[in-house]
């Protein structure tokens, strides 16, 4: 069953380690980025908003410019066991799974959790992204979201997962109608994909020119699966563009008889695995540098420094 979903100097922080971040200090040409492993609660919102603020401000006090969160970390994609999903209305659910009315807990965009988020990226200085069950009030219709915003609290990007995965989203999820929208950033040139979209959207990333890819992921695999150690840097690789991965994980107890989980990792566009998670079912955060593209103007290469520009493409 098969779903979708860093080099910091060796260093590979967990979210109880007390390792500084790249020793030596940072490079001018660089950018640290950061990917947030962690388990949401499914159903539970508010105490999830709690504890990605919590993990989204441990990594900007490391120095983390750009920070990626799991797939739907704020509303939680599936339970944690696999056995409960989303279900609007009458649609119909896979085989073996419980449905569960989204209504409660799904939210506009712009609404209370982007604009927690917006506010807190303008407070700490970064970009962040926000990952949630997304209602369409107009329209009634619920798409699985991510959006970028900016170190001036501004909503840099509004993307909708373009294919989500049948197995767990049939009953709710709406395909993403927002194209593939991307941002020019003193950082370079970024785009979101979520999950299951890895396998038709990189092209479409490596056509826009992307130099990193803000991936967030809520992966099911088999055991032995080579996805994240060979197949992930592999489409890095061939895309050309740098790739910050957070995966969901999902408690120790009781022990999960699936897989997929964990594996959080960021790898370069020459597809080398940087850093990544020193664990599989722990909360955890992985950082690496990255580099600046060398095109940008010097004076642009700064922490802090506005976009650029952005401009939202449609997918051919």
Not at 7 to 27: I, M, T
Request: proline content about 6%.
């Amino acid at each position: 069953m098969r779903g979708s979903c860093l080099v910091v100097l060796g260093c590979v922080l967990a979210g109880h380690s007390g390792c500084a971040g790249p020793p030596g200090g940072r490079r001018a040409d660089t950018v640290l980025v950061a990917a947030v492993q962690c388990y949401s609660r499914f159903g539970q919102p508010e105490g999830n908003r709690r504890k990605l603020v919590a993990l989204v401000r441990r990594a900007a006090a490391r120095g983390a410019d750009i920070v990626v969160l799991p797939e739907a970390a704020v509303t939680g994609y599936l339970s944690a066991d696999l056995t409960r999903t989303w279900q609007a209305a009458d649609r119909a659910i896979s085989e073996g799974l419980e449905g569960v009315d989204p209504a409660n807990v799904a939210e506009a965009v712009p609404g209370s959790s982007t604009r927690m988020f917006a506010k807190l990226a303008d407070e700490l200085d970064i970009y962040v992204t926000a990952t949630l069950m997304e209602a369409d009030r107009k329209t009634g219709l619920y798409y699985n979201s991510s959006v970028l915003l900016g170190p001036d609290g501004r909503m840099l990007i509004h993307y909708r997962k373009r294919n989500p995965w049948p197995w767990a989203e049939c009953g709710w999820a709406t395909d993403g109608d927002r194209g593939n929208p991307v941002v020019d950033t003193p950082f370079g040139r970024l785009g979101l994909l979520i999950c299951y979209d890895i396998h038709e959207q990189a092209k479409i990333m490596s056509r826009l020119k992307v130099d990193t890819l803000l991936y967030s992921i809520a992966w099911v695999d088999d055991e032995g699966s080579d996805w994240f150690t060979k197949s992930l840097p592999d489409i890095a690789r061939a895309g050309g563009f740098n790739i910050v991965a957070a995966n969901w994980t999902v408690p120790k107890a009781p022990a999960p008889v699936w897989h997929g989980y964990g594996h959080s990792r960021i790898i370069s566009a020459a597809g080398k695995v940087l850093a990544g998670a020193s664990g599989d079912l722990a909360d955890e955060i992985v950082y690496a540098e990255l580099p600046i593209p060398a095109r940008l103007p010097a004076q642009m290469r700064r922490r802090g420094s506005s976009p650029l520009g952005s401009r939202s493409a449609k997918a051919p």
